[in-house]
């Protein structure tokens, strides 16, 4: 296990300094990793509910007007590949990956993207 949880922040915005597109990436990115939870099972009944919303160690949140997903590092103690997917998108789409400082917790959800 981890010593302490830290956050990472894989931003929206490609190492050159473009936005990452499509304008719904955090979303699915962070669907994508909703299993990924406590107690998560692949099968039974906990396996239809786990699905519903966002894991706690994959949430999309809007920093400084740009959309991220926030990558917690229990997801590395939960299941490596998952980490190591999460970072691999980062690095195959030229997105920085930052330790995110959370002073007050104030990350706040991205709001939903129209359309796509």
């Not at 690095?91 to 959800?109: F, I, Q, S, W």
Request: hydrophobic share 40%; proline share 11%.
């Amino acid at each position: 296990m981890s010593a302490e949880p830290r956050v990472y922040l894989i931003q929206g915005q490609t190492l050159s300094g473009n936005v990452f597109r499509p304008s719904d990436w955090a979303e699915r990115l962070a669907g994508v990793m909703a299993p990924f939870r406590p107690g998560y099972r692949p099968s039974g009944p906990s396996s239809a509910s786990s699905a519903a919303g966002y894991s706690p160690y994959a949430q999309p949140v809007m920093v400084a007007g740009i959309k991220c997903v926030a990558i917690d590092t229990r997801l590395h103690d939960l299941d490596p590949m998952a980490w190591d997917f999460v970072c691999g998108f980062a690095r195959d789409n030229e997105l920085a990956m930052v330790e995110a400082c959370l002073l007050d917790h104030g990350l706040k959800p991205a709001p939903p993207t129209p359309g796509g």
